[in-house]
């Protein structure tokens, strides 16, 4: 943010002081089809006036409009502003700013009046410095603007002055919703999954960064990160042993970066297991099947041995079948557990 002095340094460099030979009205559009359209990071001037005869809304308001970038419902438009303060009282400043949706050549003006009526004015106080956050209520493409505004009521030459100001509009940051999928139980080893959507209900996009953090009694916490992924976020959780049975709460959370705001989750509550043995590899897995043929293959072969007659012949045959079903068995194992 600019200091007063600074401010003061650049409007005199700009030749934008509160002399009545000044150009009136700088910078914006008198209406939204002649408002310039804002780049994001952008520094921009202008200048209003207290002229009744300059006034573009009734007779008693200046308006200078700028074109806001596309923006989705509940966007967050963060404005860095700067005004100078009244000549005559120095603790006040002139100008205000709005954000307006929706409008046209044809009914900015009755917007504009409903808003003043509604108190919804942004002023400066201070060192004349702010920064404004605005929350877009609707997604619109092509007609939200920015309305620095002054009162222009003046009808005295001699009383004119001329109300410079500047500004940069942040990067816009988009909505999230973020919701911790309903579980009841979780392993103290396993995955804890969350999901975000857009404000138009469309999934997060990847590679958003979440964090989650997971408390129980006697102060009991531990902490995970994870990555979004097809409207996903999936946390693999190494709970210690604390934490076996308890009824922890598992909070959800998504940092403010330069294009996402924050966002929490509701905390939830689970029940945490013991944790699951581990899986087996696909080589042990091999490895199992092959033994537990081979113990088969064993068991058919010894009964073949002492059987006769037609029992005899039909364990034989059994026992060859197995034997098949070993060696094949044992060709996967070694597949799966050769060395890489």
Known sequence: MKSFAAMTVLTAALGLGFSSTATAFEGGGRKPSTAPLITVGQHYTGQLNNHENDANFG????VALWKLPPLTTRD?????????PYTNDPGYFPICLLMAQRIDDFNWGSVFADALGNYTCNNLSGSGSAKTELVAQETDSSSTYLEFTSRASGSNP???ET???DFTVEPIQHYLDVAARPIKRVSANGV???????ATGLPMPDGLNFNLTVTWSD???ASYSGVSSGGVVSFQLALPETAYGENARFAVSHPADGTYQE??????TVKVARPRAPEATPCEKARRQAHALARQHRRLSRRARHARGAARARLHRRARQTGRRLR??????????ATP
Do not use: K, M, Q
């Open 328 to 337: 094949a068995a044992r060709r996967r194992a070694a597949s799966a557990c």
């Open 263 to 268: 966002a929490t989750a509701p905390t939830t």
């Open 219 to 221: 102060d009991g916490v």
């Open 59 to 62: 007779s008693n308001r200046e």
């Open 192 to 198: 804890f999954r969350a999901t975000a959507n857009l």
């Open 163 to 165: 109300y410079p100001y």
């Open 76 to 84: 967050v438009v963060i404005v860095d502003w700067h005004a100078a």
């Open 158 to 160: 001699s009383e004119y």
